[in-house]
């Protein structure tokens, strides 16, 4: 068996981890999503150059250099209000348990973030219904009054779930468990 090649893989990824960087995760609404408007770069330059005829002079250059870029795609003020909007949309989500949660206030690391979510109160969803079953189960239930002859998995009605379990008295005795047979 030829060991040159396994070596060799393992030399290379070996040679690799040191320039690989680990992938680490980003929080989406702190991101600027890549919004870039351009980029001003100011760099210098020195150029020597050596002349080699018959009396060997040199020549150096020096300058500087002013450059801009401009990047394609929406302009830098749309990119920039879409950028807000989307802070602003998972502010909205959030801060209702911000707001929920008044220890929040009294810890400095949140001080930015309670302020941002002052005065913000999330809508509530109203469309569920108030015995809290879930259209799936009202949609089954009806499907079982009109075809009471079909066996469905689960096969009974699905009841309100303000039907409290009962509990057993105090003086209930579970029933043993049934002794294991060692032959």
């Given at each position: 068996m030829n060991y040159y090649f396994t070596g060799l893989l393992i030399l290379a990824f070996t040679i690799l981890a040191f320039f690989v960087d680990p992938a680490?995760?980003?929080?989406?609404?702190?991101?600027?999503?890549?919004?870039?408007?351009g980029e001003m770069e100011i760099s210098t330059e020195r150029r020597d150059t050596d002349y080699n005829y018959s009396d060997g002079s040199?020549?150096?250059?020096?300058?500087?250099?002013?450059?801009?870029?401009?990047?394609?795609?929406?302009?830098?003020?749309?990119s920039k209000e879409n950028v807000a909007i989307k802070q602003q949309l998972e502010?909205?989500?959030?801060?209702?348990?911000?707001?929920?949660n008044p220890s929040l206030a009294l810890n400095e690391?949140?001080?930015?973030?309670?302020?941002?979510?002052?005065?913000?109160?999330?809508?509530r969803d109203n469309t569920r219904p108030n015995d809290s079953k879930s259209l799936w189960d009202d949609m089954k239930d009806e499907y079982k009054k009109e075809?009471?002859?079909?066996?469905?998995m689960g096969?009974?009605?699905i009841e309100s779930s303000k039907r409290k379990l009962k509990m057993p008295p105090k003086d209930y005795i579970l029933p043993l468990p049934k002794p294991k047979n060692e032959n």
């Open positions: 680490y995760p980003r929080n989406e609404y702190l991101n600027d999503y890549g919004v870039r408007c040199t020549n150096e250059q020096q300058g500087i250099r002013f450059t801009y870029r401009k990047y394609l795609g929406t302009d830098c003020k749309t502010l909205m989500k959030m801060c209702g348990k911000v707001n929920s690391n949140f001080r930015l973030l309670v302020s941002k979510c002052r005065g913000v109160s999330p809508a075809n009471p002859e079909l066996n469905l096969d009974k009605f």
